[in-house]
T-cell receptor
Framework: GDSVTQMEGPVTLSEEAFLTINCTYT??????LFWYVQYPGEGLQLLLK?????DKGSNKGFEATYRKETTSFHLEKGSVQVSDSAVYFC???????????FGPGTRLSVLP | EPEVTQTPSHQVTQMGQEVILRCVPI?????FYWYRQILGQKVEFLVS????????KSEIFDDQFSVERPDGSNFTLKIRSTKLEDSAMYFC??????????????FGPGTRLLVL
């Protein structure tokens, strides 16, 4: 079945460090891919998305490229800030009205 | 910017009691969803709803659960007889196909349910 795998956390970085959170997926169809972020005590916020191969989603300095050949959608940011501390979820969806399949989430802590 | 809202933000209930979680999706959206997140675990799909009926449900969504769109704005999740293991954060989401080939689900802030 469809699934999403993320790198195990927690990830702890110093401010201004480079961030990569790996995400790979398995899908029977041709999914759209998403990154959601959950700040402490809050709900899920859409961070970025990509809908077809080689698309790059970007927002707030984060970016991820849809790689069909490696079934991956790794999240990257060149210089993290303390305010980026949160849990990051990779997710996929196939088609209209289809439920999202989420990865387990990766907790990021950025230290000043 | 339009957003999904949920009430209450927190609910504490006794095992065996009925609870109703409420959501107001984004007004022009057509698809509605409920997900749950047990503390420290992944977000799990419960049910999707379109055109006034359930379009898909997971194995978690058993006979104790039901959903309803009682009017033009609200979308509710009812748990008929709560169990301890129903304690979780429940997220409502909505989506609209909008731009062809793109579907993004927008999530509410969640209702944290604690069953004692």
């Amino acid at each position: 079945g469809d699934s999403v795998t993320q790198m195990e956390g927690p990830v702890t970085l110093s401010e201004e460090a480079f961030l990569t959170i790996n995400c790979t997926y398995t899908a029977t169809g041709y999914p759209s891919l998403f990154w959601y972020v959950q700040y402490p005590g809050e709900g899920l916020q859409l961070l970025l998305k990509a809908t077809k191969a080689d698309d790059k989603g970007s927002n707030k300095g984060f970016e991820a490229t849809y790689r069909k050949e490696t079934t991956s959608f790794h999240l990257e940011k060149g210089s993290v800030q303390v305010s980026d501390s949160a849990v990051y979820f990779c997710a996929q969806s196939v088609g209209y009205g289809q439920n999202f399949v989420f990865g387990p989430g990766t907790r990021l802590s950025v230290l000043p | 910017e339009p957003e999904v809202t949920q009430t209450p933000s927190h609910q504490v209930t006794q095992m065996g009691q009925e609870v109703i979680l409420r959501c107001v999706p984004i007004s022009n959206h057509l698809y509605f969803y409920w997900y749950r997140q047990i503390l420290g675990q992944k977000v799990e799909f419960l049910v999707s709803f379109y055109n006034n009926e359930i379009s898909e449900k997971s194995e978690i969504f058993d006979d104790q659960f039901s959903v309803e769109r009682p009017d033009g704005s609200n979308f509710t999740l009812k748990i008929r007889s709560t169990k301890l293991e129903d304690s979780a954060m429940y997220f409502c989401a909505s989506s609209d196909p909008g731009l062809a080939g793109v579907e993004t689900q927008y999530f509410g802030p969640g209702t944290r349910l604690l069953v004692l």
